[in-house]
Structure formats: structure tokens, C-alpha cells
């Protein structure tokens, strides 16, 4: 956790944010400013600045909690013609 980082502060519970879902290792909720509708943002709860200091269980985490968010975006009544997973490595 660091002090300046908003997605530490989403974790922390210190910044508000639209959680849909959550485990011990991410936590999903919507983004601020959506590009489309249904954007949300799938992250680990470990501060990592990048890929390769990403846990691989909680980047496998990740992917199984995107998949999760697919399903329920495309049985909700959102508009969902497709998915994109993008993951930022840096600032």
C-alpha cells in the first residue's frame, strides 16, 4: 500500500468507489470516468507498479474475476456487444 496511490485507497476503503465484486486477493468496481457502458476496472489488492510485480495468483485471480464480470455485464441489462481487457503496466 502506498499513501498516494487511489486504487491503495479504493482497497483501503479510504476512496469511494462503485465495488461489484470483491475477494481476499482483487476487487472489481466501476470506472469514474467509462469509456462505454459496463466499464469497470478488475485489480489486485497488492500494490504492484507492474505486470511483472504482479502476484501470478492474483493475476489469475484477475482473469477469473474479468470472466466473472463478463457473464454477469452480459445477463444484465447493459448494453454488451463485447469485452476488452486491457492492463496498464506503469503510469
Known amino acids: 500500500m502506498t499513501d498516494d496511490c487511489i486504487f491503495c485507497s479504493i482497497v483501503s476503503g479510504t476512496a469511494p468507489a ?13 470506472d469514474i470516468a467509462p469509456v462505454t457502458p459496463g466499464h469497470m476496472l478488475v485489480i489486485p489488492k497488492a500494490h504492484s507498479a507492474d505486470l511483472v510485480d504482479v502476484d501470478p495468483a492474483d493475476a489469475a ?12 455485464l452480459r445477463s444484465s441489462t447493459v448494453p454488451t456487444e463485447g469485452v476488452n481487457l486491457f492492463y496498464a503496466d506503469g503510469e
Not at 485471480?61 to 454477469?72: H, I, L, P, S, V
Open 18 to 30: 462503485s465495488v461489484v465484486h470483491e475477494t481476499d486477493r482483487v476487487i472489481a468496481f466501476m
Open 61 to 72: 485471480e484477475m482473469m477469473t474475476a474479468a470472466q466473472r464480470m463478463d457473464a454477469a
